[in-house]
T-cell receptor
Framework: EAQVTQNPRYLITVTGKKLTVTCSQN?????MSWYRQDPGLGLRQIYY???????DKGDVPEGYKVSRKEKRNFPLILESPSPNQTSLYFC?????????????FGNGTRLTVT | EDQVTQSPEALRLQEGESSSLNCSYT??????LFWYRQDPGKGPEFLFT???AGEEKEKERLKATLTKKESFLHITAPKPEDSATYLC???????????FGKGTRLSVIA
């Protein structure tokens, strides 16, 4: 089954404790992206990657890092999480940035930073 | 700056009561407008892509239309299983990310 898999689904951590949210897709997609979704603000892009070893900032990249060492994986790294990074995070992938083919989203990671 | 505004924020319908959701957009050159459906606890699921004014697409009880300033998602004779949040997003020309609206939360009551 074609899918985007994120782990973990739920994560509670404390301020400053480094964490990684994993994302993997099995569709051989070149394009992958991370979003955060907050009430009243909608989905906002954090980082995206057009291909292996190619990453770029989205609208809200501060406090986040990503890497794309393999085509299928695109982990999101929070080096020093803060409470304002409490949010619902989604990873997405597409064969062409979601223009001529749709974005496929994972089921989300709900992060709470205390 | 590219902007997407969806209205209403929430909509409550009786089963069978048709209605429309609105997505107004401001973008410097539209490449595509997208509709997604999001169920609670899940990621958005793709519904439609529209590329130019006048274009229409249909899927079951849903029909999406596009003008130069807005898109409508028409829901005909909705059922309770159509309850979800519907998201609109636009892709501008050039190397810019998708811009999402805040969504319309639809509840269909049996």
């Amino acid at each position: 089954e074609a899918q985007v898999t994120q782990n973990p689904r739920y994560l509670i951590t404390v301020t400053g404790k480094k964490l990684t949210v994993t994302c993997s897709q099995n569709m051989n997609h070149e394009y992958m992206s991370w979003y955060r979704q907050d009430p009243g603000l909608g989905l906002r892009q954090i980082y995206y990657s057009m291909n292996v070893e190619v990453t770029d900032k989205g609208d809200v990249p501060e406090g986040y890092k990503v890497s794309r060492k393999e085509k299928r994986n695109f982990p999101l790294i929070l080096e020093s999480p803060s409470p304002n990074q409490t949010s619902l995070y989604f990873c997405a992938s597409s064969s062409d940035r979601g223009l001529n083919s749709p974005l496929h989203f994972g089921n989300g990671t709900r992060l709470t930073v205390t | 700056e590219d902007q997407v505004t969806q209205s209403p924020e929430a909509l409550r319908l009786q089963e069978g009561e048709s209605s429309s959701l609105n997505c107004s957009y401001t973008v410097s050159g539209l490449r595509g407008l997208f509709w997604y459906r999001q169920d609670p606890g899940k990621g958005p699921e793709f519904l439609f892509t529209l590329y130019s004014a006048g274009e229409e697409k249909e899927k079951e009880r849903l029909k999406a239309t596009l003008t130069k300033k807005e898109s409508f998602l028409h829901i005909t004779a909705p059922k309770p299983e159509d309850s979800a949040t519907y998201l609109c997003a636009v892709q501008a020309k050039g190397n810019t990310p998708l811009v999402f609206g805040k969504g319309t939360r639809l509840s269909v009551i049996a």
